[in-house]
């Protein structure tokens, strides 16, 4: 075990020297950080006003057939494992850790976009989702019950089915996504069209990513 993360980390090591002696790169790499901050410190504030943002109630037929169960240790325990793998991932190889970063901060800034656009109120039945890391960073210190058009969780989790090479870890992601959006459903937390819309939002962010990091 010892010797396999000597090797695992003197490989990200090599890996992103190399990839810093291109100027392209590290430039940005650099410019990235800033407007990544900027994004953060935006979608929390956004996140604030979203709650008292008027919106409207969808009558959802699938919502109206399900009785909503808490699974938010269940949801909660994929999505954060999912997150911690595929950074383990991507930092072998930076280009498409940036890649990644990238594509998942235009997530977030079409999340703005659309959740202004189309303002939602808690599906009926909703059991709020908790996820102490959310809660404690986005979402600052309450469960949000707004943050609807697109699911968030849903969109992550395909992106890193996007941006993964290796074609039974793109099979996991799969499984994955469908499995993250079954639970929001079962929960009530999403309506039906804020997970089927979600993959859509990510394969735009995912292209538009491909285009900026192209050098």
Not at 27 to 50: A, H
Not at 52 to 62: A, E, V
Not at 176 to 191: D, F, N, P
Request: aromatic share 16%; net charge positive.
């Amino acid at each position: 075990m010892q010797d396999f993360l000597m090797t695992y980390f003197s490989s990200i090591s090599k890996n992103w020297k190399a990839a810093f002696i291109k100027k392209s790169f590290k430039n940005r790499l650099l410019i990235t950080f800033p407007i990544l901050i900027l994004i953060l410190f935006s979608i929390t504030l956004f996140l604030t006003f979203n709650e008292t943002h008027k919106g409207f109630i969808i009558n959802d037929p699938l919502l109206n057939i399900i009785t909503p169960i808490d699974l938010s240790f269940f949801t909660f325990g994929l999505t954060y494992l999912s997150v911690i793998f595929v950074i383990l991932l991507s930092l072998k190889t930076p280009k498409i850790a940036l890649l990644t970063l990238n594509a998942y901060m235009l997530l977030l800034v079409f999340r703005i976009i659309t959740m202004y656009i189309l303002p939602l109120e808690p599906p009926t039945g909703i059991i709020p989702l908790k996820d102490v890391i959310l809660e404690s960073s986005f979402y600052s210190g309450r469960a949000n019950l707004k943050d609807l058009f697109f699911s968030g969780h849903t969109a992550t989790i395909f992106l890193f089915f996007l941006v993964s090479e290796n074609k039974w870890i793109k099979l996991i992601f799969i499984v994955l996504t469908i499995t993250i959006a079954s639970c929001l459903l079962l929960q009530h937390v999403h309506y039906t069209i804020d997970v089927i819309f979600a993959p859509v939002f990510s394969w735009v962010c995912y292209k538009l990513a491909q285009k900026l990091n192209r050098y």
